[in-house]
């Protein structure tokens, strides 16, 4: 039986994250952990959590195997040091840090302890995204979200929401290697709100671009690719759709399917649980989730220059 800690029982947490978490008692002691003691007591009951406490230290003074964080981005930097320092496994949710150094330091620091460090990038575990992913030979790869009239600065947009479209983005080229060129748009109004940005990254065989419209008219996200055997879709997560010369085929997830199946945070929990029954691989790549993260802090220099 693990134990594993749980602190940050915010919206993020109780929509997609504890009800999962409540399914997976017989393989989890879960130890949820909140300042505000009705809160907790409140969450404990409804789902049926034996354990808590009312401060991350004490949370830290518990037995643990890992811990689930889930509190403000600000936060993530020392919370996940923390924790690695005590000698847990950490999933923590997107991003990191909107600091590149921190996020280079904090891996380098789990790499040193032998420790998962996870950033929760559902998108990888959603089914029909990984039917996309495993088609051979993608040629253009375009993943866009678009939002309705949304008011947000650049920097917050991009760490907050265009994170998801790069992240899908290079997860679907499987591998950008060493070698690809980077370039960058940003239009923002005039009260430095964004509107558009978009981020395309050539390699020495695939075309790569992640889109934020934020006055796109409607919330969708879409991700598509191309290659010799067809052209690929999948819209809001959900429909699936494989267009070939000879055949054009729709599939949606069956009736039954959770939503948190669907948008990939069950597989995703099970995942990183799995991972630390097994002491197995990082479920998402260190190595791509830094190349996230770089590219979103290139978004953001080129969002300043504006």
Same mark, same amino acid.
């Given at each position: 039986?693990?134990?594993?800690?749980?602190i940050? &029982?915010?919206?993020?947490?109780?929509?997609?994250y504890? !009800?999962?978490?409540?399914?997976l008692?017989?393989q989890?002691n879960?130890?949820?952990?909140?300042?505000? !003691?009705?809160?907790?007591?409140?969450?404990?009951?409804?789902? $049926?959590?034996?354990?808590?406490?009312?401060?991350?230290?004490?949370?830290l003074?518990?037995?643990?195997?890992? @811990?689930?964080?889930? /509190?403000?981005?600000?936060?993530?930097?020392? *919370?996940?040091?923390?924790?690695?320092?005590?000698? #847990? $496994? @950490?999933?923590?949710?997107? +991003?990191?840090?909107?600091?590149?150094?921190?996020?280079?330091?904090?891996?380098?620091?789990?790499?040193q302890?032998? #420790?998962l460090?996870?950033v929760?990038?559902?998108?990888?575990?959603? +089914?029909? #995204?990984?039917?996309?992913?495993?088609?051979?030979?993608?040629?253009l790869?375009?993943?866009?979200?678009?939002?309705?009239d949304?008011?947000q600065?650049a920097?917050?947009?991009?760490?907050?929401?265009?994170? $998801?479209?790069?992240?899908?983005?290079?997860?679907?080229?499987?591998?950008?290697g &060493?070698?690809?060129?980077?370039?960058?748009y940003?239009?923002?109004?005039?009260?430095?709100?964004?509107?558009?940005?978009?981020?395309?990254?050539?390699?020495?065989?695939?075309?790569i671009?992640a /889109?934020?419209?934020?006055?796109?008219?409607?919330?969708?996200e879409?991700?598509? *690719?191309?290659?010799?055997?067809g &052209?690929f879709? @999948?819209?809001?997560?959900?429909?699936?759709?494989?267009?070939?010369?000879?055949?054009?085929?729709?599939?949606? !997830?069956?009736?039954?399917?959770?939503? &948190?199946?669907?948008?990939?945070?069950?597989?995703?929990?099970?995942?990183?649980?799995?991972?630390?029954?097994?002491?197995?691989?990082?479920? @998402?790549?260190?190595?791509?989730? *830094?190349?996230?993260?770089?590219?979103?802090?290139?978004?953001?220099r080129?969002?300043?220059?504006?």
């Amino acid at each position: 039986m693990l134990n594993i800690g749980v602190i940050g &029982l915010g919206n993020i947490a109780q929509k997609a994250y504890l !009800p999962v978490m409540a399914q997976l008692q017989d393989q989890v002691n879960w130890v949820l952990c909140s300042r505000q !003691p009705t809160k907790l007591a409140q969450l404990q009951a409804q789902y $049926h959590f034996s354990d808590g406490c009312l401060s991350f230290e004490a949370l830290l003074a518990k037995s643990l195997d890992a @811990v689930f964080i889930h /509190t403000p981005t600000n936060t993530h930097y020392t *919370l996940v040091k923390q924790a690695l320092s005590h000698g #847990l $496994h @950490v999933f923590v949710d997107k +991003p990191l840090s909107e600091n590149p150094l921190e996020v280079a330091e904090l891996y380098k620091l789990a790499a040193q302890q032998g #420790l998962l460090l996870t950033v929760g990038f559902n998108r990888r575990f959603v +089914p029909q #995204l990984q039917k996309l992913k495993s088609i051979p030979n993608k040629q253009l790869i375009n993943v866009t979200k678009t939002r309705v009239d949304t008011r947000q600065p650049a920097a917050f947009a991009i760490y907050d929401l265009m994170i $998801h479209t790069i992240d899908t983005a290079l997860y679907l080229a499987n591998d950008v290697g &060493l070698s690809y060129n980077v370039q960058t748009y940003c239009k923002q109004d005039a009260n430095q709100q964004l509107q558009v940005a978009q981020l395309t990254v050539e390699t020495a065989s695939q075309l790569i671009t992640a /889109t934020l419209n934020m006055q796109g008219g409607t919330n969708q996200e879409i991700a598509s *690719l191309q290659s010799p055997h067809g &052209l690929f879709t @999948v819209d809001n997560l959900t429909q699936y759709t494989a267009k070939t010369a000879t055949d054009n085929r729709q599939q949606q !997830p069956a009736d039954w399917e959770p939503t &948190l199946v669907t948008r990939g945070f069950d597989p995703m929990i099970k995942a990183f649980i799995t991972a630390l029954q097994t002491n197995g691989e990082n479920p @998402v790549s260190p190595a791509s989730s *830094l190349l996230t993260h770089q590219l979103c802090h290139t978004m953001c220099r080129q969002a300043q220059r504006r």
